[in-house]
């Protein structure tokens, strides 16, 4: 375990900030709370019932979420193939929960690297739904042991978005298949594929969910960290959740039968599915065939 790591053990882990129409979120450490770290009261004054337990929209940052499927993205240029295969493994899953196409590969951010950007929020000044590195993270203001965020831009109603970027810390933690890569002198593997598919949780719209309301919830504010862990599979609550921003179409209406699937399905096809997009370069992804 890295020396950063064992720092915060005690107790500090991601945070999640709301700005004017600007949001950012972090995940989290070793299934540690964030909770005494997310403002929820800001939360609650933009979307007051995406923090209400009670309510059927909790978990949920922006109920109506993109207006336009399906949404472009943009890699950056350095971003390793391992990171996209990853990356687009986690958005194929978001697809399976739905069953719709619902992200479309616009190729490279040529010449704009996470580093690029003067601080956090400037991403978001362009036209381009962005997967970044930063290998400087002192400039987004967060602290070193946040692992990624997700910023966006919501509508003049909160209810939906407009723009959204992912920013991964690359400075403080080796960003990869946590299955295969190695922690590096006190940088610590983070899983890309389970880090990804939380993040992107935040960019489609959902928001944190607790562990005491679901502690399987790939929204839990948390996530582990370290060589061979993973959390690459979506709860139920997941799954209703995004189909009541985005609806669902065809087996995926079949909620128990996703699940099933999640459980008893083999999932190695999930990143040979995601490596042909990425060697393929087409804007929709080929067709996820579990066996």
Same mark, same amino acid.
Request: aromatic letters at 10%; hydrophobic letters at 35%; charged letters at 25%.
């Given at each position: 375990?890295?020396?950063?790591?064992?720092?915060?053990?005690?107790?500090?882990?991601?945070?999640?900030?709301?700005?004017?129409?600007?949001?950012?979120?972090?995940?989290?450490?070793?299934?540690?709370?964030? !909770?005494?770290?997310?403002?929820?009261?800001?939360?609650?004054?933009?979307?007051?019932?995406?923090?209400?337990?009670?309510?059927?929209?909790?978990?949920?940052?922006?109920?109506?979420?993109?207006? !336009?499927?399906?949404?472009?993205?943009?890699?950056?240029?350095?971003?390793?193939?391992?990171?996209?295969?990853?990356?687009?493994?986690?958005?194929?899953?978001?697809?399976?929960?739905?069953?719709?196409?619902?992200?479309?590969?616009?190729?490279?951010?040529?010449?704009?690297?996470?580093?690029?950007?003067?601080?956090?929020?400037?991403?978001?000044?362009?036209?381009?739904?962005?997967?970044?590195?930063?290998?400087?993270?002192?400039?987004?203001?967060?602290?070193?042991?946040?692992?990624?965020?997700?910023?966006?831009?919501?509508?003049?109603?909160?209810?939906?978005?407009?723009?959204?970027?992912?920013?991964?810390?690359?400075?403080?933690?080796?960003?990869?298949?946590?299955?295969?890569?190695?922690?590096?002198? !006190?940088?610590?593997?983070?899983?890309?594929?389970?880090?990804?598919?939380?993040?992107?949780?935040?960019?489609?719209?959902?928001?944190?969910?607790?562990?005491?309301?679901?502690?399987?919830?790939?929204?839990?504010?948390?996530?582990?960290?370290?060589?061979?862990?993973?959390?690459?599979?979506?709860?139920?609550?997941?799954?209703?959740?995004?189909?009541?921003?985005?609806?669902?179409?065809?087996?995926?209406?079949?909620?128990?039968?996703?699940?099933?699937?999640?459980?008893?399905?083999?999932?190695?096809?999930?990143?040979?599915?995601?490596?042909?997009?990425?060697?393929?370069?087409?804007?929709?992804?080929?067709?996820?065939?579990?066996?």
């Amino acid at each position: 375990m890295s020396c950063l790591v064992c720092k915060y053990l005690g107790g500090l882990t991601g945070i999640g900030f709301i700005f004017s129409s600007f949001v950012a979120c972090g995940t989290g450490l070793y299934k540690v709370s964030v !909770k005494e770290d997310f403002d929820s009261s800001k939360a609650a004054s933009v979307m007051p019932a995406s923090v209400d337990k009670s309510s059927t929209l909790y978990g949920i940052h922006a109920p109506q979420g993109w207006q !336009k499927l399906p949404i472009a993205f943009r890699f950056d240029p350095d971003l390793n193939e391992n990171q996209k295969v990853q990356l687009m493994a986690a958005m194929k899953r978001w697809e399976w929960a739905v069953g719709k196409t619902i992200f479309s590969f616009d190729g490279i951010h040529q010449g704009v690297t996470g580093d690029t950007f003067k601080d956090l929020y400037s991403s978001l000044n362009d036209n381009v739904n962005g997967n970044y590195l930063d290998a400087n993270w002192e400039k987004t203001q967060k602290p070193e042991y946040v692992l990624a965020t997700t910023i966006w831009s919501n509508g003049v109603d909160y209810a939906t978005i407009t723009k959204a970027d992912l920013r991964f810390n690359e400075e403080y933690y080796v960003i990869g298949d946590s299955l295969e890569e190695k922690a590096q002198g !006190k940088k610590e593997v983070v899983d890309m594929q389970s880090l990804a598919l939380h993040e992107l949780g935040h960019f489609l719209g959902l928001g944190h969910v607790e562990e005491d309301v679901d502690s399987l919830s790939i929204m839990n504010p948390t996530l582990f960290v370290g060589e061979g862990l993973t959390t690459r599979k979506l709860a139920k609550s997941d799954i209703e959740r995004i189909q009541q921003i985005y609806g669902c179409q065809g087996d995926a209406c079949n909620i128990d039968g996703l699940i099933k699937a999640q459980d008893e399905k083999n999932w190695d096809s999930l990143a040979l599915t995601a490596k042909l997009w990425v060697d393929s370069g087409t804007k929709q992804s080929p067709p996820l065939e579990l066996h």
